[in-house]
Every structure is written in structure tokens, then in C-alpha cells.
């Protein structure tokens, strides 16, 4: 059975750091690329950053870039992602999603990032 379990997640001031976990079993990690998701209320999910199964290359959503880095730990089956500088406007629910070929894609269950003074 496959899990993907985010961590990390927690209130937040403005211009602050927090680092998410999220740890995979039951697939064969380094054959996935893994992404991070959020979804604010009100708004549909969108891509936050994206890293390939070899970690060799890396996409980033423009709202992010210069303040987000994604990485992985193949020898864990642990992606990370670092938020740095965050803003009220990252508040949301932050998700996992591994990904093979164009038919195998699981979730994890989401860990909330909050920010605010």
C-alpha cells in the first residue's frame, strides 16, 4: 500500500522559514518524480515545485522561485521543500504527489502552512 505522509507544516510569522517533509513507502521512490502542491480556501490546487526521479532538474512556480528550494533524499524516499521569506499569501494546505509515467500518481494527506503576525 502506498503512503505519501507530509510534516513540517505550522504557523508562521512573515519572512520566516519552514522546511516540509514528506516521506513515501510502498513505491519505488526513485523511479517518481515528486511535486509539492498547496490549495488555499476558495482556490484550486496549484504546483508549487516540481523535482525529476533523478533530483536532476527542478521547476518552480513563479510565485515562489528565489524563496522555495524542493529536494529529495532518494536513500530516505523523503522529498523536502524549504519556504523561505514566506508571506501571508502562501498560507495554505501543502500536498505531495508522486508521479510515474502518465498513469501512476498518488497524494499524501496534506500538512498546513499558516502565515501570520
Known amino acids: 500500500q502506498v503512503h505519501l505522509v507530509e510534516s513540517g507544516g505550522g504557523l508562521v510569522q512573515p519572512g520566516g522559514s519552514l522546511k516540509l517533509s514528506c516521506a513515501a513507502s510502498?513505491?519505488?521512490?526513485?523511479?517518481?518524480?515528486m511535486s509539492w502542491y498547496r490549495q488555499a480556501p476558495g482556490k484550486e490546487r496549484e504546483l508549487v515545485a516540481r523535482?525529476?526521479?533523478?533530483?536532476?532538474?527542478?521547476n518552480y512556480a513563479d510565485s515562489v522561485k528565489g524563496r522555495f528550494t524542493i529536494s529529495r533524499d532518494n536513500a530516505k524516499n523523503t522529498v523536502y521543500l524549504q519556504m523561505n521569506n514566506l508571506k501571508p499569501e502562501d498560507t495554505a494546505m501543502y500536498y505531495c504527489?508522486?508521479?510515474?509515467?502518465?498513469?501512476?500518481?498518488?497524494w499524501g494527506q496534506g500538512t498546513q502552512v499558516t502565515v501570520s503576525s
Open positions: 510502498g513505491i519505488t521512490f526513485t523511479m517518481y518524480s
Open positions: 523535482i525529476t526521479s533523478a533530483g536532476d532538474t527542478t
Open positions: 504527489k508522486a508521479v510515474r509515467g502518465s498513469i501512476l500518481t498518488y
